[in-house]
């Protein structure tokens, strides 16, 4: 502890003098930790050559292979609170890989569906479940296993007593174990054979002593002439191909490599396999923002481009800094040596790459419009005068704001004044967990997700590390900033300029992390242009591309860069889902009655509705649905959205759930036959060409030989009416205690009793709907007693037509009976009310079915 204290102060001391030359400061900096113990472990003594055992045409195969993210693994797990289960369901999530994780005591479930398998591959978090399973099981797995061609993963913790030899395998329990070491073997292919690491976690090892195996990894016990090699990582090619881990996941970090790269060797169709590309760029948010003292020197700046060349040479091509300005403060705050590191740089400017932050490094989410131009302007001519090359179309603000959650003002004055095309954050949807972080295209604006690596804004001595230096070398050695350039295809590493003055923490942290990705890894490290970088990142995952919106209340560092005019509450408490021409305007109508209700603004572009949820409106931002509702004051209001179109929408129940996950939903069932009459005609009354055309028996006649105008309405007509089918979508995301289905055809006959249902879901103070609807024998529905008038609903709504022949309702009977019988089974489950005409018809076939 004394010889800490004493190489910590002489550090200080000659720290000054250390910064006219970086190689000097680093070298010391090594000898002083070694002696205390605080330099990083070697990332491999026995570091390979640059030759790996990869074939080329391997290699290029894998390029041009996207991981596809439908692929699904298996993990069979001990328990679903395992933390050893959850770690490999995390790892394999920040892979993107679907995870079905279940019990390893219970039935295998379903593993393939319609000749088509369900699984690419199968994890076992230990290896005992699978010697432990009964024969059934075990027959199914593996006959599914050869059937699809799928591999088995095994963990087998040191700790763990199974019996072996009994199907095979032979083990031993080895301990303590040094020297790991990857051995040449066709399942390497991220991770480098011939990487060493001399001390090896965990006290005891399983060792795979069966001589048909292939050696994956090697491991050595005792001393001198006891000295023996044992294999702790194993690979058994037969017709099921089957990975052993002598250890469990958790237990070395290693093991993430060999189970990506055993993912991509056992699955059906290499379909697990990601392509060994990794594209980093580097950004110095701030290169001009800091305090006197925490500022460039001239020799800070050398430094920087030293390391360029350095990294250049030795780990990835065209690699510059990307460096963030704040004009405003070039050349300010900084004492004499500082403010000639600001000169050395726009001296020395071409020899990095440039991003226009905020002139004075203000929060976007604080300006208006004009305001941001007018900064974004003086940004841009001091970059005019200083010859600063701006051709990356790419920016980030200060402190995340403006991105996410998007300030429309900050999109649009970036493409105005800047033309920018790119940008990242780390806000999207959160910044924690950090595997769940994606990238979106908003406003024409390509949103990257970024990476943090350990290093703040006044992280900025070695000593003084958060938490200890240890912290910071243990996420180098093959720990969270290691994971980082590991995981992601693309990263893009938020730094500050602190971070490269004083003991110029950033570039030691980025050469340690190189050297270790360099030393255990084949990947291949690239920089290229942001907009180059965004184009590869959507082709690799364009389910990304479209945003998905969270309330920025619900997450506090999003409310911290959400402007502080807009108000929270702005959005429904109650969704009237739909589904159409069921009476849901009559719903809504009544509903508004009530003192406590506040129903959306109606939109003039959907038939009143306003259907964002659903439609493209969606990318007009969050700001566009909030402004439906007033600025909220009254917290007793409950808001209403009505969009009949939510109901069978794919896209609604996710995105509804994101945003308003405490809502209450309300589902109107009308009789399923009658609803799709009444939506052909509403198709008539609004000219649709082929409604127009056909009768609804020819409608419903229809078949693949009919034209697609034809198939396509009738697709429209029938396919709300699965009810059972979409509510089971929507209780996929919320809980069924959320949601009321009304009988559609009970609001006809009598409103009253309806509304007193909604109400009491609701949880509204009761209004006596008698005293104020009133029955029109003219209209033939109910209506608004209003001033001793009525008002009825529109003439859209309560249409006169024939009634539908005897034909169409036969068919209509036949075709819902299935959808009819699976509704009353969903209700019965989740203890719902069946509504009125589903209880007849559930009555009428039970009748039938006994005299059958
Ligand atoms: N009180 C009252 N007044 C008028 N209409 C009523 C009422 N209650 C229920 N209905 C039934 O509502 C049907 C229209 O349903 P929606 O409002 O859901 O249609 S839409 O999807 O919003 O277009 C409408 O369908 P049509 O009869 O085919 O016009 C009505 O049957």
Redesign the pocket.
Known sequence: MELRKLCQKVLFIIRKKLFKNFRLLIGLLAVFSILIGYWPPSPGDGCPSEKTYLKDDFRGWMENHSMNADNKVLLLAESSLSHEAISILNTLESWKIRVKMLAADKNIPTLAHRGRAKYSAIIFQKIKRYYLMDSWNRKLLETYCQDFSVGIIFFTPGNESFKNNIYGLQTQIVTPVYDYTLVKNPLLRISKHGAKIKKVPGNSWTAFTNTSFQTVATATTGKGENIKTWTVAAFEDRIIKKFYIGNSFSSFWVHRLLLMDALCYLSADRSLCTTLKRYVLIDVDDIFVGKQGSRLTEEDVEAMIKVQTVWNRDYLNNFKFNLGFSAYWYMEQGDSEEIKGDQLLIKVKDQFQWFPHMYKHTQPHKLNLSELENYMLLNKAWARKHNIKFDTFYSVPPHHSGVYPVHKELYESWKKIWNIQVTSTEEYPHLRPSKFRRGFIHSGIRVLPRQTCGLYTHTVKLFEYPGGFRRLLSSIAGGELFRTFVDNPVSIFMTHMSNYGRDRLALYTFTAVFDWLKCWTNLKFIQTSPINMANYYFNLFPEEIDPIWFDPCKDQRHFKIWSSKKSCGQLPDVIIL?????????????LDLHKSIKVSKKSPNH???TQFLSGKDYFNGLDFYRSYWPPQNNSDTLQID?S??YFHSELAPRRAYALVPSAKLIV?A?EPG?RA???Y??QRAHKDRTAETYTFDEVLEADETSMKSLRDLKKHCLNPGHYSQHIEKWLLFYPSSQLLLAD?NE??RN?VKTLQIVQEFLDLETLDFAEL?VYDPV?Q???VRENNKKK??GK??????EEMSQRARQFLNSYYKKHNANLVRLLKKISKELPSWLEALSQQNEDEEKIV
Do not use: D, V
């Open positions: 739909g589904p159409q021409k069921t009476g849901t305007t009559a719903l809504l109508t009544f038939f009143e509705e009505k009949s179109t109107l009308l009658e009459y009444s939506w005609q509403h559609g609001l006809k409103p609807l209209k529905f109910y209506c009825c609903l859209s709504k309560g249409r006169k037509y």
